[in-house]
Protein backbone atom coordinates (compact mmCIF):
# COMPACT_ATOMS: atom_id res chain seq x y z
CA UNK A 1 0.00 0.00 0.00
CA UNK A 2 1.28 3.58 -0.47
CA UNK A 3 1.14 5.85 2.50
CA UNK A 4 2.79 8.86 3.28
CA UNK A 5 3.26 9.74 7.03
CA UNK A 6 5.09 12.65 8.32
CA UNK A 7 7.17 13.70 11.92
CA UNK A 8 8.95 16.50 13.00
CA UNK A 9 12.07 16.44 10.83
CA UNK A 10 10.98 13.59 8.29
CA UNK A 11 8.63 12.71 5.20
CA UNK A 12 8.25 8.94 4.57
CA UNK A 13 7.16 8.70 1.20
CA UNK A 14 6.86 6.16 -1.45
CA UNK A 15 9.66 5.16 -3.49
CA UNK A 16 9.89 6.68 -7.23
CA UNK A 17 11.80 5.30 -10.02
CA UNK A 18 13.52 8.69 -10.23
CA UNK A 19 15.20 7.77 -6.44
CA UNK A 20 17.84 5.02 -7.88
CA UNK A 21 20.53 7.32 -8.27
CA UNK A 22 20.24 8.89 -5.10
CA UNK A 23 19.81 5.44 -3.35
CA UNK A 24 23.13 3.54 -5.13
CA UNK A 25 25.17 6.36 -4.59
CA UNK A 26 24.00 7.31 -0.91
CA UNK A 27 23.84 3.89 0.80
CA UNK A 28 23.21 0.96 -1.59
CA UNK A 29 26.64 0.51 -2.84
CA UNK A 30 28.32 1.20 0.13
CA UNK A 31 29.99 -2.04 1.76
CA UNK A 32 30.44 0.13 5.49
CA UNK A 33 26.33 1.18 5.32
CA UNK A 34 25.45 -2.58 4.01
CA UNK A 35 27.59 -4.57 5.97
CA UNK A 36 24.82 -5.46 8.91
CA UNK A 37 22.17 -5.78 6.23
CA UNK A 38 20.88 -8.76 4.94
CA UNK A 39 22.02 -8.08 0.85
CA UNK A 40 25.34 -7.05 -0.30
CA UNK A 41 26.25 -4.00 -1.51
CA UNK A 42 24.71 -2.97 -5.29
CA UNK A 43 27.61 -3.21 -7.89
CA UNK A 44 25.97 -1.17 -10.31
CA UNK A 45 22.82 0.95 -10.97
CA UNK A 46 20.64 -1.21 -12.51
CA UNK A 47 20.72 -3.33 -9.34
CA UNK A 48 19.39 -0.51 -7.61
CA UNK A 49 16.67 0.49 -10.54
CA UNK A 50 15.34 -3.11 -10.31
CA UNK A 51 14.86 -2.98 -6.45
CA UNK A 52 13.38 0.48 -6.73
CA UNK A 53 10.72 -1.48 -9.62
CA UNK A 54 10.45 -3.86 -7.37
CA UNK A 55 9.45 -1.58 -4.19
CA UNK A 56 7.04 0.17 -6.47
CA UNK A 57 5.43 -2.97 -7.66
CA UNK A 58 4.70 -4.06 -3.70
CA UNK A 59 2.83 -0.77 -3.38
CA UNK A 60 0.12 -3.32 -4.89
CA UNK A 61 -0.05 -5.97 -1.74
CA UNK A 62 -1.82 -4.70 1.19
CA UNK A 63 1.02 -6.47 3.54
CA UNK A 64 3.95 -4.38 2.09
CA UNK A 65 5.09 -0.78 3.44
CA UNK A 66 8.00 0.77 2.40
CA UNK A 67 8.90 4.23 3.17
CA UNK A 68 11.71 6.46 1.61
CA UNK A 69 12.90 8.66 4.32
CA UNK A 70 13.55 12.46 3.10
CA UNK A 71 14.47 15.36 5.08
CA UNK A 72 12.08 17.98 5.20
CA UNK A 73 14.59 21.19 5.43
CA UNK A 74 16.46 20.08 2.35
CA UNK A 75 14.02 17.94 0.37
CA UNK A 76 16.22 15.09 0.45
CA UNK A 77 16.43 11.74 0.41
CA UNK A 78 18.13 9.98 3.25
CA UNK A 79 17.45 6.38 3.78
CA UNK A 80 14.87 3.89 4.24
CA UNK A 81 12.49 2.26 6.50
CA UNK A 82 10.22 -0.82 5.56
CA UNK A 83 8.20 -3.74 7.06
CA UNK A 84 10.68 -6.24 5.73
CA UNK A 85 8.02 -9.38 6.74
CA UNK A 86 5.83 -10.33 9.14
CA UNK A 87 5.85 -12.79 11.98
CA UNK A 88 3.06 -14.26 13.98
CA UNK A 89 1.14 -11.49 11.42
CA UNK A 90 2.88 -8.73 12.92
CA UNK A 91 5.17 -6.51 11.04
CA UNK A 92 9.12 -6.21 11.14
CA UNK A 93 10.83 -3.38 10.53
CA UNK A 94 14.26 -2.86 8.85
CA UNK A 95 15.83 0.55 8.03
CA UNK A 96 18.82 2.07 6.91
CA UNK A 97 20.22 5.37 6.82
CA UNK A 98 22.80 7.45 4.28
CA UNK A 99 26.17 7.53 6.54
CA UNK A 100 26.27 11.44 6.71
CA UNK A 101 23.16 11.55 8.79
CA UNK A 102 24.12 8.99 11.51
CA UNK A 103 24.19 9.74 14.95
CA UNK A 104 21.74 12.80 14.66
CA UNK A 105 18.56 11.06 16.02
CA UNK A 106 16.70 10.71 12.26
CA UNK A 107 16.45 7.09 12.69
CA UNK A 108 15.04 6.69 16.43
CA UNK A 109 12.67 9.59 15.08
CA UNK A 110 12.13 7.35 11.90
CA UNK A 111 11.28 3.96 13.85
CA UNK A 112 9.00 5.92 16.21
CA UNK A 113 6.81 7.29 13.87
CA UNK A 114 6.66 3.94 11.17
CA UNK A 115 6.15 2.12 14.95
CA UNK A 116 3.20 4.59 15.98
CA UNK A 117 1.99 3.94 12.05
CA UNK A 118 1.78 0.31 12.35
CA UNK A 119 -0.06 0.82 15.89
CA UNK A 120 -2.70 3.04 14.08
CA UNK A 121 -3.48 0.30 11.11
CA UNK A 122 -4.03 -2.11 14.43
CA UNK A 123 -0.93 -4.13 14.87
CA UNK A 124 -0.46 -4.94 18.30
CA UNK A 125 3.43 -6.33 18.08
CA UNK A 126 6.40 -4.75 15.81
CA UNK A 127 9.58 -6.91 15.76
CA UNK A 128 12.63 -5.37 15.03
CA UNK A 129 16.30 -7.53 14.90
CA UNK A 130 20.17 -6.52 14.55
CA UNK A 131 22.99 -7.92 14.71
CA UNK A 132 24.39 -7.92 17.98
CA UNK A 133 27.88 -5.90 16.64
CA UNK A 134 25.59 -3.11 15.13
CA UNK A 135 25.46 -1.46 18.14
CA UNK A 136 23.99 1.96 16.55
CA UNK A 137 21.20 -0.45 15.56
CA UNK A 138 20.35 -1.59 18.76
CA UNK A 139 20.83 1.68 20.81
CA UNK A 140 17.73 2.88 18.22
CA UNK A 141 15.59 -0.53 18.61
CA UNK A 142 15.71 0.13 22.88
CA UNK A 143 15.09 3.84 22.14
CA UNK A 144 12.04 2.87 20.51
CA UNK A 145 10.68 1.14 23.17
CA UNK A 146 12.14 -2.73 21.86
CA UNK A 147 11.81 -5.31 24.40
CA UNK A 148 15.29 -7.99 23.71
CA UNK A 149 13.45 -10.98 22.84
CA UNK A 150 16.32 -13.34 22.43
CA UNK A 151 20.02 -13.81 20.89
CA UNK A 152 20.35 -16.38 18.00
CA UNK A 153 22.42 -17.40 14.91
CA UNK A 154 20.59 -16.34 11.49
CA UNK A 155 22.01 -17.46 7.84
CA UNK A 156 21.54 -15.01 5.54
CA UNK A 157 21.53 -16.66 2.37
CA UNK A 158 22.57 -13.29 -0.07
CA UNK A 159 25.74 -13.38 2.13
CA UNK A 160 26.30 -16.76 2.27
CA UNK A 161 27.10 -16.68 6.22
CA UNK A 162 25.86 -17.04 9.69
CA UNK A 163 25.71 -13.81 12.21
CA UNK A 164 24.35 -13.48 15.78
CA UNK A 165 21.17 -10.98 15.81
CA UNK A 166 19.57 -9.39 18.69
CA UNK A 167 15.56 -9.75 17.88
CA UNK A 168 13.07 -7.00 19.87
CA UNK A 169 9.69 -6.42 20.10
CA UNK A 170 7.26 -3.61 20.77
CA UNK A 171 4.17 -3.64 22.21
CA UNK A 172 3.76 -0.02 22.91
CA UNK A 173 5.22 3.93 22.79
Sequence with gaps: M?????????????????DAPT???????????TKYLTWNPHKDIETTNYIIDKRIKEYEEKDRINF????KEKN???????????INNNPEIGY???KEYWNKGYMSEACLRVIKFLFSLGF??????AQVENIASNRVIKKCGGKFIEC???????????????????TEI
Design 124 to 129: KKIYIR
Design 2 to 18: KYTIESERLIFRPWEKS
Design 152 to 170: KEVERPLKHDKVMVNSYEI
Design 76 to 86: ILIGSIDVVGY
Design 96 to 98: MLK
Design 23 to 33: LFNGWANNEEI
Design 68 to 71: AIVL
